[in-house]
């Protein structure tokens, strides 16, 4: 079965680095998005793409993040200066397949920053 | 505001049917998704119901009404590994997803 590949699975960083995570999202999807999960607390949206843009994304998402797709498999979100409260788990999800609506995650990357 | 309501936690006996209730007030209504989270782990996709009504899926079904703000997840013949959050979850007008805080569900033997 097809499933949405994150790397790393775990990345430490320190305070004002950059960092980028990776995502392969399912092949034939059109549809690609970020949340975050602070630990112990909700899962938040933080960006969805579409047609080699950004269609919609949150408050959170402000100009230390932005998101890419270099090429045709690979999803990437950046963060320019990381800060503490970035720590989280970051998910990739995809969807666009035969049923639309349905988004695949993919396991995810736990962002430590000290 | 964008809220989403549902219990903390819940208890329910092995075999035994449980109700998870759901109530949102959101800017917009495009769709209302019922995700499945084990700890540690990522969600994934239980059910998406975007008319009123009851969607059944094996021994998983979500109900909504839209006039209600509402809806509830329903699971049967309880497992053990069926112990998890479950979240809901609703999609706004846009591409944009809002998630509940979760309800922790606990199975007891």
């Known amino acids: 079965e097809p499933e949405v590949t994150q790397t790393p699975s775990h990345q430490v960083t320190q305070m004002g680095q950059e960092v980028i995570l990776r995502c392969v999202p399912i092949s034939n999807h059109l549809y690609f998005y970020w949340y975050r999960q602070i630990l112990g607390q909700k899962v938040e949206f933080l960006v969805s793409f579409y047609n080699n843009e950004i269609s919609e994304k949150s408050e959170i998402f402000d100009d230390q993040f932005s998101v890419e797709r270099p090429d045709g498999s690979n999803f990437t979100l950046k963060i320019r200066s990381t800060k503490l409260e970035d720590s989280a788990m970051y998910f990739c999800?995809?969807?666009?397949?035969?049923?639309?609506?349905?988004?695949?995650f993919g396991p995810g990357t736990r962002l430590t920053v000290t | 505001g964008q809220n989403i309501d549902q219990p903390t936690e819940m208890t329910a006996t092995e075999g035994a049917i449980v109700q998870i209730n759901c109530t949102y007030q959101t800017s917009g209504f495009n769709g209302l998704f019922w995700y499945q989270q084990h700890a540690g782990e990522a969600p994934t996709f239980l059910s998406y119901n975007v008319l009123d009504g009851l969607e059944e899926k094996g021994r998983f079904s979500s109900f909504l009404s839209r006039s209600k703000g509402y809806s509830y997840l329903l699971l049967k013949e309880l497992q053990m590994k069926d112990s998890a959050s479950y979240l809901c979850?609703?999609?706004?007008?846009?591409?944009?997803?809002?998630f509940g805080a979760g309800t922790r569900l606990f199975v007891k033997a």
């Open positions: 999800a995809s969807s666009g397949g035969t049923v639309q609506y349905e988004q695949y």
């Open positions: 979850a609703v999609r706004d007008r846009g591409f944009k997803t809002i």
